[in-house]
């Protein structure tokens, strides 16, 4: 490990006069090496750093970083020549990556505090930063983890660095370090703690004082193949955040009536009313459904039905019992505002090549043999009239 490399990252040096010692050209690129550089490649979900080269006044930026057999290539654009150079880092980037990845530092020894089978899969910091955990993580032991990393924030916990010898872990093994050791290459680990919070093998650049974070939210978390995907903000743009996010509630809670602590309980109790006032509506529908007479077409029993901007998952639903008659050809036409949607269902007919039929009139849609959904710009009865000819000639 080049620790001199990883002691600026930790001193924030962000500038060196330095040289260029070796230039290779690939694929279009040039790859510049230096004889020191203040530059990071990206490593366990932390982007490169962004910044430029500067030699005799002229600019070259730094497209990207990339380690190769412990070296750091700088790749650019442009020819650069040998000789003195001075790297400059993006300053404000290398802030916000140091801060977003610290604040994921303390996130996640706040959850792994609630939650012990919590473990970080993947961590994004590119444009939506995010993190990938695995465990039995509940909505609850989230936000609780949030307001402890908040904690830690507004406590300015001092960043510690450790380097140590991979024999020599033991004592930080006992305050509970998260080292992958498949992971580690070297004899000598960077070890990065937030005493009392978090203790992680790690390469990435950190924050000096936890307070340099100024806030953490949760932006919104999702379950997804048994992982928690958690997309979080700090800095000011958390603050800002955390502001329209209480503003929204403080609104809500107007529109309800009610007070900001009691509008949980009161959503809750919508969204129940709700529900139950679907299976009331969509239980009237199928009576409706049921009760109606059909078109004799030959065979066949046509049944149309008429709606004005329902929902077509409701009606597919109230309708298949119908369909399952063995004569039947069910049409739904179902008025939206600058569409119709065409709903064909049967056991009889080829619904699919019914729906082509309509589709040459223009729209889009598609389905299978048995159920079909177009949305096109059309009148119903034309489409009435092409559904009748199409049965009457057995399609
Ligand atoms: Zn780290």
């Known amino acids: 490990m080049d620790i001199k490399r990883y002691e600026h990252y930790d001193n924030n040096i962000l500038e060196i006069n330095t040289r260029v010692l070796d230039v290779k050209e690939e694929n279009g690129s040039f790859l510049v090496l230096l004889e020191d550089s203040p530059f990071r490649a990206s490593s366990g979900g932390q982007p490169c750093d962004k910044g430029m080269l500067i030699q005799?006044?002229?600019?070259?930026?730094?497209?990207?970083?990339?380690?190769?057999?412990?070296?750091?290539?700088?790749?650019?654009?442009?020819?650069?020549?040998?000789?003195?150079?001075?790297?400059?880092?993006?300053?404000?980037?290398?802030?916000?990556?140091?801060?977003?990845?610290?604040?994921?530092?303390?996130?996640?020894?706040?959850?792994?505090?609630?939650?012990?089978?919590?473990?970080?899969?993947?961590?994004?910091?590119?444009?939506?930063?995010?993190?990938?955990?695995?465990?039995?993580?509940?909505?609850?032991?989230?936000?609780?983890?949030?307001?402890?990393?908040?904690?830690?924030?507004?406590?300015?916990?001092?960043?510690?660095?450790?380097?140590?010898?991979?024999d020599n872990l033991n004592d930080l093994i006992e305050k509970?370090?998260?080292?992958?050791?498949?992971?580690?290459?070297?004899?000598?680990?960077?070890?990065?703690?937030?005493?009392?919070?978090?203790?992680?093998?790690?390469?990435?650049?950190?924050?000096?004082?936890?307070?340099?974070?100024?806030?953490?939210?949760?932006?919104?978390?999702?379950?997804?193949?048994?992982?928690?995907?958690?997309?979080?903000?700090v800095g000011s743009e958390a603050i800002k955040m955390r502001l329209q996010r209480s503003?929204?509630?403080?609104?809500?809670?107007?529109?309800?009536?009610?007070?900001?602590?009691?509008?949980?309980?009161?959503?809750?109790?919508?969204?129940?009313?709700?529900?139950?006032?679907?299976?009331?509506?969509?239980?009237?529908?199928?009576?409706?459904?049921?009760?109606?007479?059909?078109?004799?077409?030959?065979?066949i029993n046509l049944y149309t039905f008429e709606f004005k901007n329902e929902e077509s998952k409701v009606l597919t639903r109230a309708i298949k019992p119908l369909c399952k008659g063995k004569n039947s050809v069910v049409l739904i036409l179902n008025k939206h505002e600058n569409s119709l949607e065409v709903i064909i269902c049967s056991n009889i007919i080829n619904c699919k090549l019914l729906a082509d039929e309509i589709l040459k009139l223009g729209g889009r849609g598609g389905g299978s043999e048995r159920l079909c959904i177009c949305s096109l710009n059309r009148e119903s009865k034309e489409i009435l009239d092409i559904v009748k000819q199409k049965i009457l000639k057995g399609i």
């Open 56 to 166: 005799n006044n002229r600019k070259f930026q730094v497209k990207e970083v990339v380690e190769k057999d412990n070296n750091l290539w700088h790749v650019l654009s442009e020819r650069i020549s040998s000789g003195p150079v001075l790297a400059v880092v993006d300053s404000e980037y290398r802030k916000r990556m140091s801060m977003l990845h610290s604040a994921e530092h303390l996130f996640f020894g706040s959850l792994k505090k609630i939650n012990e089978d919590a473990k970080v899969i993947k961590i994004d910091l590119s444009s939506k930063p995010k993190l990938f955990i695995s465990g039995n993580i509940s909505n609850e032991n989230l936000f609780k983890a949030e307001v402890l990393t908040n904690r830690i924030i507004d406590a300015g916990v001092d960043r510690i660095v450790h380097y140590r010898n991979k």
């Open 176 to 233: 509970g370090l998260r080292i992958r050791t498949d992971r580690i290459k070297d004899d000598v680990v960077r070890v990065i703690e937030f005493k009392d919070y978090d203790i992680s093998a790690c390469s990435g650049t950190h924050v000096k004082n936890s307070s340099e974070i100024k806030h953490f939210i949760i932006d919104d978390f999702k379950k997804e193949k048994g992982q928690t995907v958690v997309f979080f903000e």
């Open 247 to 299: 503003q929204e509630l403080l609104k809500i809670s107007k529109m309800l009536n009610t007070s900001t602590d009691d509008t949980e309980r009161r959503v809750k109790s919508c969204v129940e009313k709700n529900s139950e006032l679907k299976e009331k509506y969509y239980y009237y529908l199928t009576k409706f459904i049921e009760k109606s007479n059909p078109e004799k077409i030959g065979e």
